[in-house]
């Protein structure tokens, strides 16, 4: 294996990882955002995938997708949005994967 193809497969790998600390701070940055069912935040999850092809290996970021997991809801009276008939929805808490297994 030649250095340009381990530099190659280095510099992707770090670009993805980039991907993954910016969707993880935009996470962090949104959890405790408050807003309506359409439009409170929902947590983001890159989606990586390992290219394999005739010169060498390089990792790719193939989306970024959003959460579908259901919004916490809750009423507070006193905020400027929220009715009688609709709740709060709260931002969702999202923490990072390890190992594919969802930290609690």
């Known amino acids: 294996m030649s250095f340009k193809s381990i530099a190659q497969i280095a510099s992707s790998a770090m670009s993805a990882q980039t991907v993954r600390l910016n969707t993880v701070a ?24 390992s290219v394999f092809d005739g010169a060498g290996a390089r990792v790719q970021v193939l989306d970024v997708i ?18 009688r008939s609709r709740r709060l929805a709260e931002g969702q808490r999202h923490l990072p994967l390890r190992h594919g297994i969802p930290r609690k």
Not at 31 to 46: D, L, V, W
Not at 66 to 83: C, F, M
């Open 66 to 83: 959003s959460s579908d997991e259901p919004l916490n809801a809750r009423y507070e009276p006193d905020h400027p949005i929220t009715t």
């Open 26 to 49: 935009s996470n962090l940055a949104n959890a405790n955002t408050t807003g309506t069912e359409q439009s409170a935040y929902r947590a983001r999850k890159p989606v990586f995938a």
